[in-house]
């Protein structure tokens, strides 16, 4: 993913709201950014690829393509979990 797509990528995971979908935070995002629809499409698909992949919610995957680490706080992945 390009840096301008990583920039939006991060202000959705940035704005998103309380119980509002990765999806509508995104789309919002790339309108913000005079994008089109066709530019929101590929990266709900990248980002959603990833997360199927990993069987990690979509928030987690956008944060891992960031590289930032971080994790949703929903995320039931159990990386973290070997030690409980």
């Known amino acids: 993913m390009d840096s301008s797509r990583l920039e ?29 629809f066709s530019v929101y499409v590929q990266m709900v698909s990248e980002v959603r690829d990833m997360a199927l992949s990993n069987s990690v919610p979509m928030e987690t995957a956008a944060h891992r393509l960031l590289g930032d680490g971080q994790q949703h706080p929903d995320d039931n992945d159990c990386e973290d979990d070997a030690d409980h």
């Open 8 to 36: 939006i990528l991060r202000e959705a995971l940035e704005t998103q709201q309380r119980k509002e979908t990765f999806e509508r935070a995104l789309g919002r995002a790339v309108r913000r950014h005079d994008m089109d």
